[in-house]
């Protein structure tokens, strides 16, 4: 039998709810950012929509709301569509790319911040809500995996599906910069093109790492007991 870890569903609820609630304030108030007064070329086109991390959020705001839906269904949960396509958001996207935005923007920041988040944001955005961003995301992904179990797709499947979504946000960005010659990140402007696709090979296969890792995390703490 599965290891009794599953959080009481009416806690479980709570905290899809929450999760829900919170990310749904955050998306709004990055939101309302756009058309203020901000730093030359941070909302330049594509507004919030250009940078991963606004992305992420809604990203975050789907899943904990599917999940938030799905607890509040009747019948059995687990052999619903929906429980199906819950699953399916958060092992091939909401975990992976969630754990990247943190992991790769501190990498970044801690490197030089002027490379990712220049000094000059934080007269607009509040250190709480760049951790909001940048920081909280992780430990409401790993509060997820120990709430309940979810159910992985073949991994080929799912790394192509994250390939495929990857090339998508490298192709948007880059008409971005064809487009107003601004890009992004100001990381990204001192890579070749050569570099810049090497780039986004090196991230893919960190994201696709950390894919393995949600999988392997939900494995080993969902693991069924052999009885003897």
Excluded at 35 to 62: D, R
Excluded at 77 to 94: C, G, H, I, P, Q
Excluded at 188 to 211: E, P
């Amino acid at each position: 039998m599965v290891r009794s870890l599953k959080m009481p569903s009416t806690l479980r609820a709570a905290f899809h709810i929450s999760a829900f609630g919170w990310y749904t304030f955050i998306v709004n108030y990055l939101a309302a950012k756009d058309g203020e007064e901000l730093p030359a070329g941070l909302f330049v086109y594509g507004g919030p929509w250009k940078y991963l991390t606004f992305l992420n959020l809604l990203l975050q705001m789907m899943f904990f709301g599917l999940a938030a839906v799905n607890d509040l269904q009747p019948g059995k949960k687990a052999e619903s569509v929906l429980n199906r396509w819950k699953d399916l958001l958060f092992s091939v996207f909401a975990f992976p790319v969630g754990t990247f935005v943190v992991v790769f923007f501190w990498t970044v920041f801690a490197y030089d911040r002027e490379l990712i988040y220049p000094a000059t944001i934080d007269a607009f955005f509040p250190p709480w809500i760049n951790h909001a961003m940048h920081t909280s995301i992780l430990p409401v992904l790993l509060g997820e995996v120990l709430v309940q179990p979810h159910t992985y797709p073949q991994t080929r499947h799912a790394l192509a599906a994250l390939s495929v979504v990857g090339l998508a946000y490298l192709s948007w960005i880059v008409w971005i910069y064809l487009a107003v010659g601004v890009w992004a990140y100001p990381l990204l402007g001192h890579f070749s093109a050569t570099g810049l696709l090497g780039f986004f090979f090196f991230n893919m296969a960190v994201a696709s790492l950390l894919y393995l890792l949600g999988d392997r995390l939900n494995s080993q703490i969902w693991r069924k007991d052999k009885v003897d």
